[in-house]
């Protein structure tokens, strides 16, 4: 069997109106090299963890799902990927 490791790099700005617009993602999945446009939602409570929900470039129409973690200065977090038969985790920092 042939493991595909995937590997991306992106820059998401998150507004204080819960959106994430006009962010970039570079992606490299089993060989296929791809720039997408990163638009989505999130949600942070008190705790400083939360939801983030991005389209999916692959499936157009569908939305990936994150569970995410942020330190409370803000400027460092973790998100790990929540859909079925999905694994993702990232670290992000500001």
């Given at each position: ?48 963890s939360g939801?983030?929900?991005f ?22 977090g ?15 920092e500001?």
């Amino acid at each position: 069997m042939k493991l595909q490791t995937p590997a991306s790099s992106a820059i998401i700005t998150a507004s204080s109106s819960s959106m994430v617009r006009e962010n970039k993602q570079s992606s490299s999945r089993g060989g296929k090299i791809g720039r997408e446009k990163l638009e989505g939602t999130y949600t942070l409570d008190a705790d400083c963890s939360g939801t983030m929900a991005f389209g999916s470039y692959l499936n157009p129409g569908a939305q990936i799902h994150w569970d995410i973690y942020v330190t409370q200065d803000g400027t460092k977090g973790h998100m790990i990927r929540m859909d079925e038969g999905n694994m993702a985790v990232r670290s992000f920092e500001k």
